[in-house]
């Protein structure tokens, strides 16, 4: 296999089994790639350039780690001209009068949830309006969100703690409210006799966002039909739920208390 600055991680990780641990051999800041929820978030977006600049290494850093695996260099690449080409034309033209800016990053640090505050700036943004969240991740779950609400959205990628986020609103659509929902003890218990005995259970509450979203989206690629994914969260996840509508999953939830929710989800049909 032929790389050069442009390659993206992944790509390299599928070329050979010993790739993940050249890689996290170059910097500490690889040690994430470890995780397999943050490398399949990260390794799909970043190539070579990109994950030297988040190191703080050059890119014959990779190149160094990587052909003895067998793979063969291309150093005449230009570097980053492939993402050069994705950045949208809305960042191209973007003015400061455009700009509402939002770091959520003391907001976390100081060990609350943004989410409300972020909800009301969001529908606050006018069409033509850019919203630019600075945080120290990249907001995938959001993300995905507000480009089903007209939003078109870019994310630069800093350095490993450094995330600029830009959501450019270009079409008027009915906004997603953020909700509340509860279900009754007997909707919660139906659904849960229902799934007895057929049910998988993970454990998100001490994951950092946004893999508490990702962790559950990719255990329900692999649910089997006629079982249940059983949630133990500590909030009601209200950017998962519309996902998990659009993807033909139903839910019920049953919050015990502050920082204490549990979720059940299971393919719509399944429950009357």
């Known amino acids: 296999m032929t790389i050069n600055a442009n390659t993206k991680i992944a790509a390299i990780l ?7 641990e050249a890689i996290v051999a170059i910097s500490p800041k ?3 790639l470890r995780n397999p929820m943050l490398r399949k978030l990260m390794a799909g977006r970043a190539s070579i350039a990109m994950a030297s600049k988040i190191a703080g290494c050059n ?5 160094e780690k990587l052909k003895p695996l067998g793979f063969d260099i291309d150093e005449s690449t230009m570097i980053a001209t492939e993402e050069k080409k994705k950045i949208p034309d809305f960042m191209r033209d973007l003015q400061k009068e455009q ?3 939002l770091d959520v990053r003391p907001i976390i640090g100081s060990g609350k949830d943004p989410l409300n505050i972020i909800t009301e700036k969001v529908k606050g943004i006018q069409i033509g309006q850019v919203l630019k969240i600075i945080n120290s991740f990249e907001p995938v779950p959001l993300m995905l969100l507000l480009e089903k609400q007209g939003f078109a959205v870019y994310a630069d990628l800093i350095d490993d703690n450094l995330v600029e986020t830009y959501f450019c609103k270009q079409s008027k659509v009915e906004s997603y409210q953020s909700t509340e929902e509860k279900h009754t003890a007997s909707e919660w218990g139906g659904a849960l006799n229902k799934f007895q005995n057929k049910l998988q259970v993970i454990d998100v509450k001490n994951l950092e966002m946004p893999l508490p979203m990702l962790t559950i989206l990719e ?5 089997p039909e006629d079982q249940a994914l059983f ?5 009601i996840p209200v950017f998962l739920l519309p996902e998990l ?3 033909k999953f139903d ?7 502050d920082g204490d929710v549990q979720l059940l989800i299971f393919k719509s049909r399944d429950v009357d």
Do not use: M
């Open 14 to 20: 599928k070329g050979h089994p010993d790739a993940l």
């Open 30 to 32: 690889f040690e994430k």
């Open 59 to 63: 890119v014959s850093a990779f190149f």
């Open 99 to 101: 700009l509402v800016v």
């Open 219 to 223: 255990a329900l690629e692999n649910l």
């Open 231 to 235: 949630v133990y969260h500590k909030r």
């Open 245 to 247: 509508t659009e993807r």
């Open 251 to 257: 839910y019920r939830i049953n919050e015990i208390s």
